[in-house]
């Protein structure tokens, strides 16, 4: 058994108008990820930012190129999901 975290920088093409637009347009994304992937998934950083966000994420798979490939998964997803989010950067480790 293996452990996946990742910390996934997310940027908004634009400045959200507020960080309450901010944070709702996270909790749709954050919740359709959980659903999708069955992962622990959280904004962990940036919180003040309405320009970034900064998300942590963790999975626990059979082996771990079984995880490394369900992380990629999950940042393709992300960055499908909305028109101006984008993936600035991606940590990932397999545990």
């Known amino acids: 058994m293996r ?6 920088t997310l ?3 634009g400045a959200l108008p507020s ?7 996270l909790q749709g994304l954050i919740a359709q990820t959980k ?7 959280a904004e ?3 919180r003040d930012s309405r320009e970034r966000a900064v998300l942590g994420v963790a999975l626990v798979a059979g082996d771990g190129p079984l995880g490394q490939r369900a ?5 393709a997803f992300l960055e499908r999901q909305h028109p101006d ?3 600035e950067r ?4 397999i545990l």
């Open 11 to 13: 940027h908004f093409g």
């Open 90 to 93: 991606v940590e990932s480790e």
């Open 85 to 87: 989010i984008s993936v």
């Open 19 to 25: 960080l309450k637009e901010k944070r709702r347009l």
């Open 35 to 41: 659903r999708t992937f069955n992962v622990s998934i």
């Open 3 to 8: 452990v996946g975290i990742a910390k996934i």
């Open 71 to 75: 992380l990629d998964k999950l940042v």
């Open 44 to 46: 962990v950083e940036q």
